[in-house]
């Protein structure tokens, strides 16, 4: 088993900045180490879930072409967390955000984490 617990959601006004983090536990972590891809998806409502950005072991990052440049994935190998630093935020950017792990061809999710963007 797997636990992904996500901290740092919130309301934001438009333009402002928030970081997400999530740290990751359990027993598949601990047997096998190393977390091959680990990043965030999101769901705004009435929307799919969507990737917003990954990063892989090597440090390799993918981003959704909305938030390029705006958002930033890093990862803590040793503490087993990944963080979402999210600058300009749009109001369009409103939505659930959840950690996503994939550690041997299987995925993990978090409960989520709501970000509000508004005035």
């Known amino acids: 088993q797997v636990q992904l617990v996500e901290s740092g959601g919130g309301l934001v006004q438009p333009g402002g900045s928030l970081r997400l983090s999530c740290a990751g536990s359990g027993r598949a972590i601990s047997l096998y180490g190393n977390i091959a891809v680990m990043g965030w998806y999101r769901q705004a409502p009435g929307k799919q879930r969507e990737s917003v950005a990954h990063?892989?072991?090597?440090?390799?990052?993918d981003y959704a072409d909305s938030v390029k440049g705006r958002f930033s994935v890093s990862r803590d190998n040793i503490k087993k967390m990944v963080y979402l630093q999210m600058n300009s935020l749009r109001p369009e950017d409103t939505a659930i955000y959840y950690c996503?792990?994939?550690?041997?061809?299987?995925?993990?999710w978090g409960q989520g984490t709501q970000v509000t963007v508004s005035l």
């Open positions: 990063i892989i072991t090597n440090g390799y990052t």
């Open positions: 996503h792990f994939r550690i041997q061809g299987n995925d993990y």
